[in-house]
């Protein structure tokens, strides 16, 4: 049997560095225990996790956790899971949740391809959501994007019939590989019509990032697929 070679598959991320500043420590020791996921490659029971029924929101790469908490803290019935692999962004949102009591999110700090291969079990979710991934814009390191077909067929098969992938990009060239990506992903319907971007829904708060670009004249795309 060929073992395939672990550096040759995509990952969701590219690991830099970056250190945590003393505030973005303490809430990490402090809030990993109440509101961290350790990976362990066994099946989540969301009810179990949150302790409730609810509808189940995935995001993919929240960045320091701004738009994550805005979203769970708007929507206090639905339960949210995030993940993030740099220590700083898990750090500040934990920092978030704490400072602003808010119940209804749980974190993981690992690779998101090896959680949703072994954690996020098949039509559990009802929303995932991948929004500013890292663009790679230089074209030799467009192979390195995330949203590849590979990676969407596997985020189509966690979603729920009816639920719904939403991405963000603000990059045009990627937006434009993305819905090609999406079209073509077996199981999946543009929400607003073949070929056709979305408006930025009300529920993705703008962030910081988002401003900043408009304010230099950059466009973004919204992609809203569901599942059928």
């Given at each position: 049997?060929?073992?395939?070679?672990?550096?040759?598959?995509?990952?969701?991320?590219?690991?830099?560095?970056?250190?945590?500043?003393?505030?973005?420590?303490?809430?990490?020791?402090?809030?990993?225990?109440?509101?961290?996921?350790e990976y362990d490659a066994n099946a989540l029971d969301f009810n179990t996790l949150f302790g409730r029924h609810g509808p189940c929101v995935l995001e993919i790469g929240f960045g320091m956790g701004q738009s994550l908490a805005e979203m769970a803290q708007a929507n206090p019935d639905a339960n949210f899971i995030g993940i993030e692999v740099h220590r700083p962004g898990v750090g500040r949102l934990l920092h978030t949740i704490?400072?602003?009591?808010?119940?209804?999110?749980?974190?993981?700090?690992?690779?998101?391809?090896?959680?949703?291969?072994?954690?996020?079990?098949?039509?559990?979710?009802?929303?995932?959501?991948?929004?500013?991934?890292?663009?790679?814009?230089?074209?030799?390191?467009?192979?390195?994007?995330?949203?590849?077909?590979?990676?969407?067929?596997?985020?189509?098969?966690?979603?729920?019939?009816?639920?719904?992938?939403?991405?963000?990009?603000?990059?045009?060239?990627?937006?434009?590989?993305?819905?090609?990506?999406?079209?073509?992903?077996?199981?999946?319907?543009?929400?607003?019509?073949?070929?056709?971007?979305?408006?930025?829904?009300?529920?993705?708060?703008?962030?910081?990032?988002?401003?900043?670009?408009?304010?230099?004249?950059?466009?973004?795309?919204?992609?809203?697929?569901?599942?059928?």
């Open positions: 049997m060929t073992v395939p070679d672990d550096r040759q598959r995509i990952r969701s991320y590219v690991l830099r560095t970056g250190r945590m500043t003393p505030a973005q420590r303490r809430a990490y020791a402090e809030g990993w225990q109440r509101w961290g996921i704490a400072e602003r009591d808010i119940g209804n999110i749980r974190v993981y700090c690992h690779d998101a391809v090896e959680i949703l291969r072994d954690c996020i079990p098949d039509a559990a979710l009802d929303t995932v959501q991948v929004f500013f991934p890292d663009p790679w814009h230089k074209k030799r390191h467009n192979k390195r994007r995330l949203i590849q077909p590979e990676f969407v067929a596997q985020l189509v098969r966690k979603l729920r019939p009816g639920g719904t992938l939403h991405l963000a990009t603000d990059w045009e060239d990627y937006a434009q590989q993305m819905m090609l990506v999406l079209s073509g992903a077996e199981g999946l319907s543009n929400t607003r019509g073949e070929g056709e971007f979305s408006p930025r829904p009300e529920q993705r708060p703008l962030t910081k990032f988002e401003l900043r670009g408009e304010r230099l004249g950059h466009g973004v795309w919204d992609l809203v697929f569901s599942r059928n």
